[in-house]
Each structure stands twice: as C-alpha cells, then as structure tokens.
C-alpha cells in the first residue's frame, strides 16, 4: 500500500499545483516565482467550484428565483412610501393609507417567505456542493503517487479537506447568495435612483468609482493575506496530526512540554496571520462603509436644498433616501462578503490545487494485459533509480536479477542498500530511471497499476491496520470475501485462537493503527490478508523482524503456508526465513554484491557472512552447522 513508503513534508504548489523548479522535481511554494504567483491571484479560483455547482441546476435556479423575489420586493418599498407620503398625506385620505399599509403587510409576508426559501436552498446547495468536493479531493489524493507523499504532510492534506472545504461551505452558501443578493439590491437601488433623480443620481454615481476601486484592491490584499493564514493553521494542523498519532512515544520519552510548546508555537503563528488578514478585514470594511456613507448624506444634503426651492418633492426626496440607504447597505454589506469570499478562494485555491496535481505514475494510453494464468515471473533489467525527493543519490544502480515462478529469493543487506526500492518499483509505486521492470514478460509501465498491484501480496514490516473490525482489516482489499473466506484465511494465518478469545471475535474494533493489538497478532492479520488476497506474487518485507521468539513461530508458520505454490521475494533479516529461501541476492549500494545459497553464501566469507555475524548472534551455531 502507498502508505507504507510516505516520507512526509510539503505540499507542492503552482499554477497546477506542479510547480517545477530546473531540475524538475516538485516545487514548495517558495520555489514559486513572482510572476506565477501573480498569474495565480488572478484565476479566480473560485470559478473551479462551478462544475460543482452545475450538477444541481434545479437548486441553483430555485434559490436565484427567491433571491431575485426577495430583492425585488425589497425594492419595491420606496415606490409606496413614496406614494403614501405625495398622495396619502396632502389628502388626508384615510383608506388611501390604509390599502398602502395593507399591501405593505402583504409584502413583507412576501419578502420572508423568499427569504427563507433562498436560505434553504442556497445552505443546501453549500452542503452539497462541498460534500462532492471533499468526495472528489479524498477519492484524487488516494490515487496519487507515492512521490507526492515523499513531500507532503498528511496533516496538511487532512486540513484542506476539512477547514479548508468549511470555509467554501460558508462562501457557496451564505457569502455568495449575501453577495448575490447585495449586488442585485445596489444595481437595482442605483437604477431606481435615477429613474427617481437624474440628477442627483449623478452625484452618487461619481462616487461609485471613488468607493468600488479600493474595494477591489484591498480584497487582493485580503486574500493573500487570508491564504498565509490557512497556509499557516494547516501547518500546526499537520504537526497536531503527527504528534497525536505517536501519543505513546511522546509520554514515554517525557516529551508532552515539548510538543505542548511547538503546537503552541505553531498555533500563535497561525493567529497572527489570521489576526494581520482579519486587520486587513476590518479597515477594508471601515473604510467601505465610510466612503459610502460619506456620500450618501452630502447627496441628501444636496437633495433637501432642492425641496426647500421647490425643485424637488418631499415623496420623491424620500423615495430617493430609501433607495440611497439600500444601495448603501447593499455596497457595505459587499465589502464584507467580499472578503469572506476572498479567504474562500483562498481555500479553494488550495483544494484545486490538490484536484490539479497529477499522479506521477498513471496507467498507459493502451494498457497491455497481464498474460493468463499468472506465474509470477519477475524481471529486474539493468535499474537504476533516484527518489524524486533526492534526484542526486541513486537507491539503485544497474540492479538485474531474475526470479522464477515457484521460487522464494530472499534480499538481503545492510540499510540503505536498496531492498525496500525493489519492492517500491514492483508495486509500481515510482518508475524507473533506466532499465525496465517485468511482470510474467511484460514491462510494468505498460500494465494498468490496478492490474498489476492485484497479482501482489505484501505483508509489510510496519503493519497498517485501519481503526475497523478484525473483519474489515482482513477483508480490506477484498471487500467481496465472505465472512467463511474470512474465517479461512484467519485460520491459515494462525490468528483465529486469538480472534476467538476476543469479546467481539472478528467484530471486535481494533483501535486506530490497531493499537489493541500485539506486534505479532498485527502481522498474522497482515498476512490473512495476503492469503485472502491470493495473488501469485507475494513480497514480504521483514514480516517477522519485530517479533518475539513465540510470536515469530506462530508467524513463520504462517508465512510457510501463505509461502507454496506462490513465487516469494523476502527482505529478510531472520535466520529462519534465510535458510528457507532458494537464493540470496545480497545488496550494497544499489547493487547485488553477492547471489547464492545460504551455505555457499557463508563459505564464501563476504558481505552475507559478515551481517550473519552481526544480525544472527543468536543463531551462529546454527550458521556453524549449516556451513558444514
């Protein structure tokens, strides 16, 4: 699984979240120059979300219709007011104000029916839509490449996925439809100004330039300033992530002060950068609502000089006030929604970033198909290979070796030398540099990896188990296996004594990680996996390294079983599973330095015998034997 092989660091950023720097490897975004980083703040990255939004066109119309009724019956007002005070008044028709009051009581029953229907459509539309968002980054970042993780926190992952995504629920919810609603209210308030008064509709909109273009600039502002604050949370989140997750280490090694003291680092850097986006907020908003209304009273001003000569009609003057005020309103409300939006396309910035990133290694245009029936021949053709994270140091160099069906070789080495790289280029997890790996004939990089990855079982060193039931854990991967399946490859991987003697038996949730169970009870779940998976090509990589002497027979055991009629690559450090194996490649530096039998390997005196001095202590009467 790519889990198994994450390195852990940054996430990568860019215009496609592929930024390259000159030697072609993933950029952080420092690597990112100037003028990328501009061309970015101005792609709206809010525009990625309406593919999103256009799978729900019903809903989408339906909360457009009752914002635009509840605008324009806002609207609406000032023409009645307007009339009631020219007509009702001067004549002292007492039914005249009555109807007007009465068709005022209509409107406004009117005005909250659209208004609670535009909310309930437009909160609905924000869940969905980001319900489908967090779908699709999860669904793209599971199928992303092993060299991806090489360089990027899953904490930081975790948090774009959920504070992130929260902050475009708000934006594709309330801040748009505000936004939306506003901005039909201040054109519509603008138009009825000037149909009610040309001429003092000029001098508002003289104004209009005056208050909109600071707004524009100081939302750019806003929005850098509101990414550098997620950024920045999604760092503490990161560390929070990793530290929880070793809880156990952190308390045996004394260390909660000191991780205490770096998340409180971590998290007072994220409040001054939320603090120095919300101060850019808050004068964007002051500032706004300042200019706005500083023109709206010396416009009124203007307007009360011309009822007093006559010019101008107290009706007409109060309509224009009614209409003024909501334009106002509406223009200040903007310059607040706008910077919700902008932290939102901050946020979203960062998710389509991750839906942008593309896998490093991705099925062929044509796919050729594995030949049936499977024998699990493999094939390591002069290979040589560089970790993207270190282009500069080769893990192997001209690596070639053969391994035939049926046949269990054993790899072995010191650390470094390159035999956990064999496995990572045969689940296709990286590419090659050079040279070619081949499954039953064929080139890797011609199968599809879904097709490739099914005719191989692991069962790693480090067991992942997933906070499920035993069932699960064991099922995963094959989720059609019935619950008899289940219990047969439990059996055969020496785990169903322990299962039964559980409270829950194959029901029973095993904790996050598995942090229930033994080390060795771990690894005979990994390995009933494997035998349920039943592929022809099994790798294990220092399944029993880990192990107590009474939970490794019971392992061994079952990896003697899981082992026949399967062709068998072991990274192994354990004398038993040494002596079993056919041959032993032994690795230096990326390459095989030594190929044989466990005892022509020992008389031959070289690098095998040496880690056999150093690894088996415990068994070198063993060795002794064995050699003679």
């Given amino acids: 699984m790519p889990c198994l092989y994450m390195k852990g660091a940054r996430i990568t950023r860019g215009p496609s979240a592929r930024a390259r720097t ?91 029916l659209a208004s609670a229907m535009r909310y309930y459509y437009v909160i609905s539309i924000g869940e969905r839509v980001v319900s489908d968002l967090r779908r699709a980054v999860f669904e793209h970042v599971t199928r992303l490449s092993p060299s991806f993780f090489d360089v990027n926190q899953s904490g930081e992952i975790v948090s774009r996925l959920t504070a992130d995504t929260t902050q475009i ?15 039909i209210l201040c054109l519509g308030a603008v138009g009825m100004m000037i149909y009610t008064s040309p001429r003092l509709s000029v001098l508002v909109l003289i104004a209009i330039p005056v208050i909109v273009f600071p707004l524009v600039g100081f939302g750019r502002s806003v929005r850098k300033r509101s990414r550098a604050a997620q950024d920045t ?55 706004a609502i300042t200019l706005v209304f500083g023109s709206v009273v010396a416009v009124l001003w203007y307007g009360a000089q011309s009822v007093l000569a006559g010019t101008l009609s107290a009706g007409t003057l109060g309509q224009f006030l009614l209409y003024s005020v909501i334009a106002a309103g509406a223009l200040g409300s903007l310059s607040e929604v706008w910077g919700e939006l902008a932290q939102a396309g901050g946020a979203a910035e960062r998710l389509m970033e991750l839906l942008h990133e593309e896998p490093a290694i991705a099925a062929p245009a044509s ?16 290979v040589r290979f560089s970790y993207p994270s270190h282009p500069g140091r080769s893990a192997l160099k001209g690596l070639s070796f053969k391994v035939e069906p049926g046949e269990t070789v054993a790899i072995v080495g010191p650390s470094g030398a390159g035999k956990s790289t064999v496995f990572s280029l045969m689940l296709r997890f990286y590419d090659p540099v050079s040279g070619a790996v081949r499954l039953d004939g064929l ?40 619950r008899a399946e289940v219990i047969a490859a439990a059996e055969a991987a020496q785990a169903r004594e322990f299962i039964d003697r559980l409270e829950k038996g194959f029901d029973t949730q095993v904790g996050e990680r598995g942090i229930t169970l033994s080390g060795g ?20 990589d220092e399944a029993t390294s880990a192990l107590d002497a009474e939970s490794e027979t019971l392992v061994q055991k079952a990896l003697d079983g899981l082992m026949q009629n399967r062709t068998t690559i072991v990274i192994a450090h354990r004398l038993a599973t040494v002596l079993k194996a056919d041959r ?14 466990h005892q022509s390997l020992i008389r031959e005196g070289g690098l095998y015998a040496k880690l056999a001095r150093l690894q088996f202590e415990t068994g070198a009467q063993d060795l002794g034997a064995a050699a003679k």
Avoid: C, W
Wanted: charged share 20%; net charge positive; hydrophobic share 50%.
């Fill in 22 to 112: 000159a030697n072609g490897r993933n950029a952080k975004v420092s690597d990112v120059t100037e003028p990328e980083s501009k061309r970015r703040r101005s792609l709206k990255p809010l525009g990625g979300l309406l593919p999103y939004l256009m799978r729900y066109r019903s809903m989408v119309a339906a909360a457009l219709f009752f914002l635009a009724l509840a605008a324009g019956t806002t609207l609406a007002l000032p023409l009645a007011v307007r009339r009631m005070i020219d007509h009702g008044f001067s004549g002292a028709d007492r039914g005249f104000i009555n109807s007007y009051f009465g068709m005022l009581v209509v409107m406004a029953v009117l005005l909250a």
């Fill in 169 to 183: 629920k708000s934006a594709v919810g309330a801040s748009a439809s505000l936004a939306l609603r506003n901005s």
């Fill in 233 to 287: 949370l999604a760092a503490a989140t990161a560390y929070a992530s990793e530290t929880i997750g070793a809880t156990r280490t952190l308390q045996a090694f004394n260390g909660e002060a000191i991780a205490t003291a770096r998340y409180g680092d971590a998290v007072e850097s994220a409040y001054t950068a939320a603090r120095t986006a919300i101060r850019s907020r808050a004068f964007l908003t002051g500032f």
């Fill in 367 to 382: 796919p050729r198909a594995l030949p049936e029936p499977a024998t699990g021949r493999v094939e390591f053709d002069g």
């Fill in 443 to 482: 080139d890797v990089r011609d199968v599809a990896p879904d097709a490739l990855r099914a005719r191989i079982a692991i069962v790693p060193q480090d067991v992942t188990i997933f906070a499920s039931s035993i069932h699960d854990n064991i099922a995963f991967g094959s989720p059609d296996a019935s």
């Fill in 521 to 540: 009870q771990r690894q005979r779940i990994a390995i009933a996996r494997a035998l349920l998976k039943n592929a022809p090509l099994l790798l294990l």
């Fill in 584 to 597: 032993i490649l032994v690795l230096d530096d990326g390459r095989i330095a030594e190929e044989g039998t």
